[in-house]
């Protein structure tokens, strides 16, 4: 494999660079090699496996595409109208923004308490540490099955049944009623457990990266509380980790799949767009709609982190 | 919560200058508010922890002890035999299965350590004019949804002739641009001092890299292994699915991974029965959790696709729940 190479052309300048008697650069030399040493095996394979399949995909968003990947039958614009009319594309990205809308606040939330709660504790720090990062290990369908068979079957026997019977509240058929909504506390549940802990190292590592100094001087200017100096220290100086989570927040709940599509199927109440796309093209074969809605779906990602970047910056070279 | 908290260095700051504070109990660092703190770190922890109970007491379990009507914390016997019997079952290999998700799992994960942490560098490090077009050109890939691309990389797998092979699921997803981007920020923040030093001593940017900024790097290295392995757990399926995706005529796949063992029927097993159909049996029918419904009707609730293809990154209890279960699979 070619992925050997450049490890064992590394060798070769540390050892050669023994005499250095004019060689300053090890083996390579000038920018323009180096950089494309380093980057160029990455950047083949994105382009094979990443860039050409994107391209594909948009030729062939605009051909028929009933039942084959070859782009042909071009249709224009066709599949991209049919999306936009009101209908099911439309809901799915309704869907969306009221999964969005409950998880990335959520997440956000429960990740940075749990990283504060942290940080201010000494014994059996590690032990809890680990414990909340354990769920990012396990699988979105493993955790899924959990959930619907376990917790939130809806029936007697299942686990959140059987706490809510305790306190005298009846059955609640938690994944199969729309009224109201409680198929949201599953998913929404599900994917806090598995992602909270994930987010909360990442702001562990931006809360470790906070001088004392900066609290001290809060300390001597007067902060009257743990208030003040979360509002006015902690918080401004963790700008760019909470950039990053709330961007990489976002884009995953774009991407939502695996937990709604284990958890409530081709439902037609909550299908996020991926999962109505995944039916569109796999299950109809019709690969014309659905490669054009991922294309939108591409698209609209696209906008919210460009504009976030814009906002924020994407953290450019100091 | 955020009342309760106090970053940990402002304790510090009050113990190693105690006389001259004005203000002899900071909020956060008296003793109730410790033991609020410890108090509600403990019930986060027990609930963290549920699921993954719950996964080893419905793996010991019958079918009759997980539909039983009290809640029992264990069921009254322990039955071990659920796992033995699972990796004695000759409709699906699981011994085969974990050890191809193992070989998959360790190849992509160093792969992409080294491909992506190389990438990274030289975003981060090489003053190349078309650093930052190439920069974003990645980035852009990040927000690619895997659904634009899922088809297209099947046909370039299978052009490649790698369909049905280690190969085909390992080497597309080799290159991350998630990776590659977690690489660049961190080297942007490597220290710069301990590269001049490493040019100093005359080593380039290859030998800096290797020499320096890898052995330095080790947790941060670590870290993205860890979570590399991970996310990885969700994409050979994705790939191996992908490998079924248009092989129509059903040919015998040379590749079996723990969460593909769906297509087999695992019935035989008890205890992982209930579990196994329910799986299958749609959440509008919590009625087949009770345990009563033949063993084939798991499939019935996904909707498959009518056609041979598998349906796409669905994965049942069987594979899922004992290999996490079983083997502890990351």
Redesign the interface.
């Known amino acids: 494999?070619s992925?050997g190479i450049?490890?064992a052309?590394?060798a070769a300048?540390?050892a050669s660079?023994r005499p250095?008697p004019v060689?300053?650069?090890?083996?390579?030399k000038g920018?323009?090699p180096?950089?494309w040493?380093?980057?160029g095996?990455?950047?083949v394979?994105?382009v094979?496996?990443?860039?050409?399949?994107?391209v594909?995909?948009v030729v062939?968003s605009f051909s028929r595409g009933q039942n084959t990947?070859t782009p042909g039958d071009w249709v224009g614009l066709q599949n991209y109208l049919d999306l936009l009319r009101p209908g099911p594309f439309l809901s799915s990205l309704l869907t969306f923004t009221v999964f969005a809308a409950f998880i990335v606040p959520l997440t956000f939330?429960l990740s940075l308490?749990?990283a504060?709660?942290?940080?201010?504790?000494?014994v059996a720090k590690t032990f809890?540490r680990s414990?909340?990062f354990?769920?990012?290990?396990?699988?979105?369908?493993?955790?899924s099955?959990?959930?619907?068979?376990?917790?939130f079957?809806?029936?007697?026997?299942g686990?959140a049944n059987?706490v809510l019977s305790w306190f005298g509240v009846g059955n609640v058929?938690w994944?199969?009623t729309t009224d109201p909504p409680w198929y949201w506390v599953v998913i929404v549940s599900a994917r806090l457990?598995l992602q909270v802990?994930?987010y909360m190292?990442l702001f562990l590592a931006g809360?470790q990266r906070?001088s004392?100094e900066l609290?001290?001087a809060?300390?001597v200017d007067g902060a009257r509380?743990?208030?003040q100096?979360?509002r006015y220290?902690?918080l401004p100086q963790l700008r760019a980790t909470s950039v990053?989570v709330l961007l990489l927040l976002l884009?995953n709940a774009?991407?939502a799949?695996?937990e709604f599509?284990?958890?409530?199927?081709?439902s037609s109440f909550a299908r996020p767009p991926?999962v109505y796309?995944?039916y569109t093209?796999?299950?109809n074969q019709d690969?014309g709609h659905?490669?054009a809605?991922?294309?939108i779906?591409?698209l609209l990602?696209?906008v919210v982190?460009l504009a976030q970047g814009k906002i924020f910056g994407?953290?450019k070279?100091? | 919560m955020a009342t309760t908290t106090l970053p940990a260095s402002s304790s510090t700051v009050a113990e190693s200058e105690p006389p001259a504070r004005r203000r002899p109990a900071r909020p956060g660092s008296s003793v109730p508010a410790q033991v609020a703190r410890y108090l509600a770190l403990v019930v986060a922890a027990v609930l963290f922890l549920l699921p993954f109970y719950l996964i080893v007491r419905n793996a010991l379990s019958l079918d009759t002890d997980i539909t039983a009507p009290g809640w029992t914390l264990f069921p009254p016997t322990l039955h071990w035999e659920n796992i033995s019997e699972l990796f004695s079952d000759t409709s699906v290999n699981i011994g085969q299965s974990l050890v191809n998700s193992a070989v998959i799992a360790v190849v992509q994960t160093a792969g992409q350590l080294l491909l992506c942490s190389m990438a990274g560098y030289g975003l981060a490090r090489i003053p190349y004019r078309w650093a930052t077009p190439i920069f974003y050109a990645i980035l852009v890939t990040l927000m690619i949804p895997p659904a634009v691309t899922f088809i297209p990389s099947f046909i370039i797998v299978s052009q490649l002739r790698w369909v049905d092979t280690l190969q085909g699921i390992i080497v597309p997803v080799l290159f991350s641009g998630f990776t590659t981007f977690l690489f660049r920020q961190y080297f942007l923040n490597f220290p710069r001092s301990l590269e001049e030093a490493a040019r100093v001593d005359g080593l380039g940017y290859v030998g800096a890299f290797w020499r320096v900024v890898v052995p330095n790097s080790g947790a941060f290295f670590a870290a993205i292994a860890v979570i590399t392995f991970r996310q990885l757990e969700r994409v050979p399926v994705a790939a191996g699915d992908r490998a079924g995706l248009l092989d129509v005529d059903g040919a015998g796949r040379a590749v079996d991974l723990p969460d593909r063992a769906d297509h087999q029927p695992a019935r035989a097993v008890p205890g992982r029965g209930g579990l196994d159909r329910a799986a299958g049996a749609g959440l509008r029918r919590p009625a087949a959790l009770s345990g009563a419904g033949g063993g084939r009707d798991r499939h019935q609730g996904v909707s498959r696709p009518a056609s041979s293809r598998e349906p796409v990154r669905w994965r049942s209890g069987a594979g899922g729940l004992s290999g996490c279960a079983a083997t502890g699979r990351r």
Do not use: H
């Open positions: 494999m992925v450049p490890a052309r590394v300048p540390a660079s250095r060689r300053r650069r090890g083996g390579v920018v323009a180096a950089f040493l380093f980057v095996p990455f950047l394979g994105l094979v496996f990443v860039y050409v399949p994107i594909w995909s062939l990947v939330a308490g749990l504060l709660l942290l940080n201010t504790v000494t809890f414990v909340f354990l769920p990012t290990a396990c699988s979105y369908v493993v955790a099955l959990v959930w619907k068979l376990s917790i079957n809806g029936v007697r026997f686990l059987t058929a994944l199969a457990w802990g994930f190292i809360l906070i004392p609290y001290e809060a300390a509380n743990s208030w100096t979360f220290i902690t990053a884009i774009y991407q799949f695996d599509f284990n958890l409530l199927g081709n991926l796309l995944y093209a796999q299950g690969f659905g490669t809605g991922a294309v779906l591409a990602i696209m982190t994407f953290g070279a100091d």
